[in-house]
């Protein structure tokens, strides 16, 4: 794999990477691929491509809890915070 | 009365507590006495350990004693724990204290069971050694250059070792079954959807699954039988009823199926032997045993090294250092992102992301994530043909007993092929169980082997009886 694939994928995932690594993941990518590339030999029915078994299963959106009930504790564990909300750079 | 918990099982602890012949407490500090540390088994050893027994030792007075009451015993460091330092083995949470119980944990505590301490783990499970982890790898106990397999490893040998009387794990390629193998011990995987994921730190949503490690297959019954069952908070745990009402009774005769066609390459030589002993004993035993065809199950590997990276890509992308989790600042937003991840995730789990990111995008979703998926039914069909013709299937756990440190670290590909017995049931849902089948001699040192046992979906009590069976806990 090339390594502005590589770059492309590690800015896809916002992963900072130093060139030696880049190096390295373009050979380990290269023998996982070419692992679970033999999957392309297996034939199936045209019909079972498009879609598995699984389906998400979601609950209705109801029954909220009280506003603002975990709000300490979940800001507890966050690196920045102001007056109850999280704290991020300026975007614009 | 001496507490030697490296042999004592959960229901003979049950009935010392209960007749007074030791207290919760004693028992708790006698596995806190074998923490070897330089095994590294756990991430943490709480600081309240004597104080959750004590309150065992209360409810057992008060003669409100179930059987996990007073238990001691080790939690994978990725099952959160409300107030406790919960790390998944990363170094981007290293810091991170749960702020809720997951539901297992909330049903354990209900009992009075005693948590040891967030045992050592491959970072977000991702791995087959705990080499992974950013805490350093944890050794194991028959052999201090070997690893105990993973990710669940530092489970495995608390268990062993006698750190705690039965573990918690979570299993998604093969992650409690392998290191319980490597170690000797006993571990389960249940069926997809039996055990509530709420509460686990998420790698392969599909596939993963919490479950319990014991020395006894009876051992992890009853801690399997405590966490199981619908919860709410998980949309993809099976309803009760269904689940009950699929149980089917005992047949007059088992038939177990052996798919020979995969034994044939990869597997050591003694590892194959030992195999072949175990189906003569079972056959002693009473059981039929038939070959059977799985057409497609060598491709479950590949199938399961797509679709997991896919789903621990989408699941890791929350690490973003905003709302919980170490951060790592750079100038602008972008990147603080870049920086926290590439920083605070570790080398395989970068690599897994990457991957993931790779089979999800554009011009290559179809050939890889929507096959995989596809393919991954295909398989699923297969072991439901099978088990028209056969009660469990078996196959060796792991292709070899545990393996130097740092062998296969450099190799992810290696490491992956460890997995080649286990994922099978991931991918398909199924539950399975690994026992201890014997050993193997490397360099002098004698290694444990697991034999693993497959059932079809919700069929845990017929991976119960045939383990009993074969490990003669019926017969005690």
Redesign the interface.
């Known amino acids: 794999m090339e390594i502005k694939e ?1 770059e492309n ?2 800015n ?6 130093s060139q030696e ?1 880049k190096e390295q ?1 373009s050979k ?2 290269e ?3 070419g ?6 030999t ?1 034939d ?1 029915d045209k019909e ?7 389906r998400n ?3 209705e959106d109801e029954k909220p809890h009280e506003s603002g009930k ?1 709000t300490d ?2 800001l ?5 915070k102001e007056n109850g909300y ?1 704290k ?4 614009l | 009365m001496k507490i030697d918990t490296k042999k004592l099982t959960i229901r003979e602890a049950h009935e010392h507590l209960i007749a007074g012949d030791f207290t919760a407490c004693e028992l708790a500090q006698a596995c806190l006495d074998n923490i070897n540390p330089d095994l590294n088994i756990f991430i943490e050893v709480f600081d309240d350990v004597l104080d959750q027994a004590k309150l065992a030792d209360e409810k057992i007075k008060n003669g409100q004693a179930d059987l996990l009451t007073g238990i001691p015993l080790a939690i994978k460091n990725n099952i959160l724990i409300k107030g406790k330092r919960t790390t998944a083995g990363s170094k981007i949470l290293d810091n ?2 749960a ?2 119980d997951a539901t297992v944990i909330e049903r354990l505590k209900k009992t009075g069971a005693v948590f040891v301490g967030g045992a050592n783990l491959d970072e977000f499970a991702m791995g087959g050694s705990t080499e992974n982890s950013a805490y350093g790898v944890t050794k194991n106990p028959y052999d201090e250059t070997r690893v105990p397999g993973g990710s669940s490893g530092g489970s495995a040998v608390a268990v062993a070792v006698g750190a705690c009387l039965g573990a918690l794990g979570t299993d998604t390629g093969g992650s409690i079954r392998q290191p319980a193998s490597f170690c000797g011990v006993v571990g389960m995987k249940s069926t997809y959807g039996v055990v509530s994921r709420y509460g686990a730190i998420a790698m392969g949503s ?1 596939f993963d699954q919490i479950s319990p490690f014991g020395k006894t297959v009876d051992d992890n019954q009853i801690i399997f039988d405590c966490i199981k069952g619908e919860d ?1 908070m998980d ?2 745990t099976i309803p009760d009823d269904v689940y009950n009402k699929s149980q089917t009774k005992s047949s007059e005769e088992i038939t177990i199926g052996v798919p020979k066609h995969f034994l044939k390459e990869g597997v050591n030589e003694d590892v194959l032997d030992n195999f072949n002993d175990s189906i003569k004993q079972l056959e002693k035993l009473g059981y039929r045993i038939k070959e059977i065809e799985l057409p ?1 199950i060598s ?1 479950a590997l ?2 399961y ?2 679709i997991t990276p896919a789903e621990a ?1 989408t699941n890791l ?1 929350r690490y ?8 790592k600042e750079g100038d ?3 990147e ?4 926290t ?3 605070g ?1 570790g ?1 395989e789990v ?2 897994r ?3 993931g ?3 999800l ?1 554009a011009g290559y979703y ?3 994530y ?9 398989i ?1 069909n297969d072991f439901k043909k099978a088990f028209d013709e056969v009660d469990v299937i078996i196959t060796p756990t792991s292709p070899f007993p545990a393996f130097k440190i740092g062998e296969k670290l450099n ?3 290696k490491m ?1 092929l460890a997995d080649t017995f286990t994922v099978s049931s991931n991918v398909t849902g199924t539950p399975a169980i690994s026992v201890p089948s014997g050993f193997a001699n490397r360099e002098g040192k004698d290694l444990p082997l697991g034999l693993q046992i497959i059932a079809p979906e919700m069929q845990e009590n017929l991976l119960f009886e045939v383990s009993k069976n074969f490990l003669g806990e019926n017969s005690k």
């Open positions: 590589i994928l590690a896809l995932c916002r992963i900072d990477l690594e993941l380990d990518m023998s996982i691929l692992f679970i590339d033999q999957i392309q297996v199936i079972k491509k498009v879609a598995g078994d699984l299963v979601m609950r975990f504790s979940i507890s564990e966050a690196p920045k999280f991020v750079k300026k975007i | 991170y204290k702020v809720y599909s709410e949309s993809t497609n491709y590949a199938v090294y797509i890509s992308s973003d250092g905003i709302r919980y989790g170490s951060l602008n937003l972008l603080d992102y870049m920086k991840k590439g920083q995730f080398k970068r690599r992301i990457m991957l990111t790779y089979v995008s179809d050939a890889y929507n096959k995989a998926v596809a393919l991954r039914d295909v699923k190799d992810p590909l992956y």
